[in-house]
């Protein structure tokens, strides 16, 4: 047997010893899982998996960094961010990747930008989550990773956006889009990016332009099989077309979103849904439905303690009391 056939094997026998073919199907199982929605199930998989003996210490830091984007997705859906054990999962994972190459530490990095970036939203404060997005931005460059660069980059933009610097944050996701494509384009970031350039017009002021970005987003979402998301992306867009007086085009994408969040067990979207209802139909001048999609709103939002719609569909509801209804 020739040197290079015998090195050749060597590594074939380490990757079957470690199981990196079964762990990467592991790790796209529970990524799926996520996408679609199913949160408990991809939870109790990468649980599972984590406890296996035999794992890779590259293994152990993507099943961790997974399980921390699946609490941190079921805290939004149950109003519960930011999640403490995503914070100690990808801790974990740091502890795991110290002294790792480059690629592991800088998707730990990511995850932590990540979770900061979420953290950081009600108090306005982001230099946690810019420090460790340029950290991971370094480590993908130095092993000319695209789809990590795209990564660290799109997080660049969404802090500019948070902190209203509009210009900035369109430049940063253009260029994650570009770098995203040089790595081989995916149809889920692409949504990613139409998504929050779509906000970035939004809040400029350019509703019916946005409108176009947010329509190819939920469209992407969809496509991908990202049933999670394409909830929050067809609120949105339904938000956007209200905002233009197009409420016949709002409709099914409510609905679409109602029936989701039942699908997948999510109160937040399903209070976001229905007070957005309720907004289309007040605008319609269909007074007794908006009370009942405004009450749907307030009740579901009760049950997790989501304060800020809570509010917002109270307050709806105590307007729409001196207002006729239709039937009368």
Known sequence: MSVRSSTLLG?????????????????????????????????????????QEGRSASDQIHLRLELAKVLDRIGLHTNTRPVEEALEQIRLAESIADGADPVDRAHVALAFTEYFYRAGIKERSFAVATSHAEQALSLFQRVNDSHGMAEAVHYLGLIRLQEGSLDSARTLFERSRMLDIAGGERLYF??????????????????????????????????????????????????????????????????????????????????RCAYDLGRMYEASGDITAAATAYELARMTADLVEYTSIRMKAQAALNRLQDIPRSED
């Not at 929605?37 to 649980?47: D, K, P, T, V, Y």
């Not at 469209?219 to 609120?235: M, V």
């Not at 867009?237 to 233009?244: P, R, T, V």
């Open 190 to 271: 692409r949504g990613e990016v139409e998504r929050h350039i779509g906000f970035v017009l939004f809040l400029s002021g350019d509703v019916d332009r946005s409108i176009l970005f947010f329509e190819r987003s939920l469209e992407a979402r969809r496509a991908s099989g990202a049933r999670d998301a394409s909830l929050f992306a067809a609120r949105i867009l339904a938000a956007a077309y209200i905002d233009a007086g197009r409420h016949e085009e709002a409709l099914p994408h409510l609905l679409y979103g109602l029936a989701m969040a039942d699908r997948i067990d999510s109160p937040v979207g399903k209070a």
């Open 11 to 51: 590594v074939f026998v380490l990757l079957v010893s470690v199981g990196i073919g079964q762990e990467s199907e592991i790790l796209r199982e529970a990524r799926d899982l996520r996408l679609r929605g199913e949160l408990r199930a991809a939870c109790s998989l990468l649980r599972d998996a984590i406890q």
